[in-house]
């Protein structure tokens, strides 16, 4: 099995290659569909080279531009406890109005009990099953390959676990762990490799103050530009980080600096 991070968005998109079959997990937000072309290119791929399209959950930086890679062929899976998700980002799309939105076609896709995800799996060429991992939303789900590679979306980083005892979060991590994993594939984290590089990433103290104040602004409704002179910050950060803050509202100030993957870099050079 070979794993390839496609970079094109701000969201970890992998396409998961076995001798058989291959699974593109997480697609990005909508506009980022000629990067998306680009970035397999890079690859020397093409669409048609990939067979099904999983999504983790149905928030808009991880279904955005999934039914354009589909019109090209790939099928769309959708496990049987999202269902009922699967347009919940075409009203933040059609309210925001800056890129181009293709919804999903409820008729194109395959639903898929979890129940039976082991077997359509392996008539895919992989050995592995689908498990519903809410805490994140209520519609996540994880990938869990027999080898040890596990792929949870915007499930809360494993370093962040004593953080959230007592809550579906920890349950859900309860039974991925079960699994013993190697290798843990995160939407907006780093790739972790339990036993290994299990400490919490380096912080910077004046990127979280800066984040810190940008989110108290938007929780006072302060316009975008405004926030922006007030904190001496980009626009364009400024823009990421209440993008993030907004469809990710359970979330503290590390988790928005993981997907916004700026940690380390001054705002003001962003």
């Not at 938007?218 to 001496?232: F, Q």
């Amino acid at each position: 099995m070979k794993v390839v991070e496609l970079r094109y968005s701000n969201t970890n998109t992998w396409l998961i290659r076995s001798g058989e079959g291959s699974i593109l997990f997480d697609t990005g937000w909508a506009g980022t569909f000629q990067a998306f072309l680009a970035a397999m290119g890079e690859q020397k791929l093409a669409v048609q080279d990939i067979d099904l399209i999983l999504i983790s959950h149905f928030h808009p930086d991880h279904c955005g531009i999934a039914q354009e890679i589909a019109a090209l062929g790939p099928k769309i899976v959708v496990a049987d406890v999202q269902r009922d998700y699967i347009h919940f980002p075409d009203r933040i799309f059609a309210a925001e109005k800056k890129f181009r939105h293709v919804p999903i076609e409820d008729e194109g896709i395959v639903l898929l009990p979890l129940a039976e995800s082991r077997e359509f799996l392996k008539r895919h060429g992989f050995a592995g099953q689908l498990l519903h991992t809410p805490g994140h939303s209520d519609d996540s789900i994880s990938l869990c390959l027999d080898g040890g590679s596990i792929f949870v979306g915007d499930l809360n980083p494993l370093y962040e676990l004593e953080a959230h005892k007592g809550t579906q979060i920890e349950e859900s991590w309860k039974k991925l762990l079960a699994l013993k994993p190697h290798s843990i594939y995160y939407g907006h984290a780093a790739t972790a490799h339990p036993g290994k590089n299990t400490a919490v990433p380096e912080r910077d103290a004046d990127l979280d103050r800066l984040v810190e104040s940008i989110m108290r602004l938007i929780d006072k409704g302060s316009p975008l530009d405004r926030i922006a002179r007030k904190t001496g910050a980009e626009r364009a950060f400024v823009e990421n980080v209440a993008r993030m803050y907004l469809t990710h509202r359970d979330i503290g100030v590390q988790g928005i600096l993981d997907r916004i993957e700026l940690r380390g870099i001054h705002a003001k050079d962003a």
